[in-house]
């Protein structure tokens, strides 16, 4: 399998290479050349349990990894860091499969492939014969940053760096870095958003200079976020394995055809789910839930991207968010591997902060469906599937409930659904307090009461991580200004 570049197709390397780097040099993300397709052996397929999936599917992508090899990191991956030996649980409410993915340790579907990422990583250095500490440069918008923390802390030879928007994540989001342990790790908050915090990394990724003196100084950038490709590979396995167990729970028929609905910030969770139905899953619609910030509902609608707006902070903060970095990928793959044309589209995105794609792009966006979710919305539907089931979701779960409802209604379409519920509801109790009316206090009290109160009410068990925060020591207290990104780099590795 080779990778290449959507802003060059004349790069051909492997994806070791592309784990290690994390972006390319032209500032394009790597790609597969070709998405591989997966024999619906059922028979097979049918009896895997999650590692034996993931090992499966991650296989068809790295295949310069050796299978012994692959194999260790599943095991390492999915083992008893995540609260259920399924890993994955699906629930059924209200007619439709909520496919969980919040039960790794951080709470938030970014442990399903932060888990992972580390181990790939590792080996891909060896093959690449890397001598240099990697250092992991992170921007998050809450939940990238602790599951990235968690899966490198204390791995030899790394070092990682997360910036957070200072303003914006939740009180237990934002605990949840600051406690972070290991001796490799630096947490930093700085005054601005999502957005500002990636473009901030962004630019250290591309500023050639600075690169080059770390380089000198026994180091290399490396990155865990989506635009990394280790990252977005072991986000396919879920769609399959969902797939999977619908049909071993009789749900639905072999090849029968499903929607997914993903509540979407970066893109990346969403274009595992395409390259899923690119690699044979039988989709039926893709439906990107966006909150407030709804670029990608304008985008998929009219074709034309424009990130100039303001940004707003809502209850789902991890979805706040103007620059959907792997919206290149999507655009690779819908010009027919234009490269040309998509460095094109992405200088005019940096230019100008908008751009409009053909009209043969928008014919391919068909399977996609996209629509947003006020937060009016997102707090009415925690409280009325709360109601009349006792399920809770949280924020950015509710973003997609309250989008598929909008779909169902629009077309009427009554195909099986998967939402992808990505965050535990206590990660963001203070908003799913307030949605389901907990009867006390909300406002005056603090994040730790409400999730006792939380669990009592609505009756469903604090997981082991969040009652630990509570005892740990903040370990990090560094502020910057979005402009200081880089001298932090700088003051952090002493270069
Ligand atoms: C990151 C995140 C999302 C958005 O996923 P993308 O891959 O960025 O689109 C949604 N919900 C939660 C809880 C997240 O942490």
């Known amino acids: ?37 997966i024999d619906f ?13 993931a090992y499966f599917i991650i296989k068809k992508y790295l295949t310069d990894f050796e299978d012994s090899e692959l194999m260790k990191c599943v095991e390492r991956a999915y083992d008893s860091k995540f609260d259920t030996p399924i890993i994955a649980p699906i629930k059924e409410i209200e007619g439709v499969h909520f496919l969980e993915l ?3 340790p951080t709470l938030a579907f970014k442990d399903m492939a932060l888990s992972i990422l580390p181990q790939l990583l590792n080996i891909a250095a060896v093959k690449q014969n890397i001598k240099k500490k990697i250092v992991i440069l992170t921007a998050t918008s809450g939940d990238t940053g602790k599951a990235a923390l968690e899966g490198f802390a204390n791995v030899e030879n790394t070092l990682i760096i997360v910036f957070y928007p200072g303003k914006g994540v939740s009180e237990i989001q934002k605990l949840q870095m600051i406690t972070a342990a290991g001796k490799n790790t630096f947490v930093v908050g700085i005054d601005g958003n999502f957005d500002d915090a990636q473009d901030g990394v962004k630019q250290i990724f591309n500023d050639n200079e600075f690169v080059e003196m770390l380089y000198e100084n026994g180091y290399i950038l490396s990155s865990a976020n989506s635009i990394n490709i280790g990252r977005l590979i072991p986000q396919i396995v879920y769609y399959f394995y969902g797939y999977l167990n619908l049909i071993k729970d009789k749900k639905i028929g072999r090849d029968e055809l499903i929607n997914i609905v993903v509540p979407t910030g970066n893109f990346g969770n969403i274009l595992a789910a395409y390259y899923a139905e690119k690699m044979g899953l039988p989709v039926n619609k893709l439906i990107c839930a966006s909150n407030e910030n709804n670029v990608l509902y304008d985008f998929l609608t009219t074709g034309s991207y424009d990130r100039v707006r303001k940004l707003i902070l809502t209850s789902s903060p991890s979805m706040d968010i103007l620059l959907s970095s792997n919206l290149e990928r999507l655009l690779y793959e819908i010009s027919n591997h234009n490269s040309e044309l998509v460095k094109n589209l992405m200088s005019e995105l940096l230019i100008k902060g908008k751009y409009e794609i053909t009209d043969s792009m928008k014919k391919e966006l068909n399977e996609f469906f996209g629509d947003y979710s006020t937060e009016e919305e997102t707090f009415e539907s925690i409280k009325e599937v ?25 077309t009427k379409d009554e195909t099986p659904t998967i939402i992808v519920s990505t965050a535990s509801p206590f990660k963001f109790c203070r908003s799913v307090c307030n949605a389901i009316g907990i009867k006390v206090d909300v406002d005056t009290l603090n994040d730790f009461t409400l999730i006792e109160e939380l669990s009592n009410v609505a009756r469903i068990k604090i997981p082991q991580s969040i009652k630990a925060l509570k005892h740990q020591k903040i370990v990090h207290n560094n502020s910057y200004s979005k402009l200081e990104m880089k001298s932090a780099v700088a003051k952090f590795l002493k270069v």
């Open 1 to 37: 399998m080779i990778y290449t570049s959507t802003r060059n197709s004349n790069i051909s390397i492997f994806s070791s290479e592309a784990i290690v780097n994390g972006i390319a040099l032209d500032g394009g993300l790597y790609v597969p050349k070709e998405i591989p397709t």
């Open 41 to 53: 052996d059922y028979e097979n397929l049918l009896k895997m349990n999650y590692k034996e999936l």
């Open 102 to 104: 919040y039960h790794g």
């Open 386 to 410: 709360y109601n009349s089931c006792g399920y809770v979701m949280d924020t950015h779960t509710s973003v997609a409930y309250s989008v598929y409802k909008k779909y169902k209604k629009t």
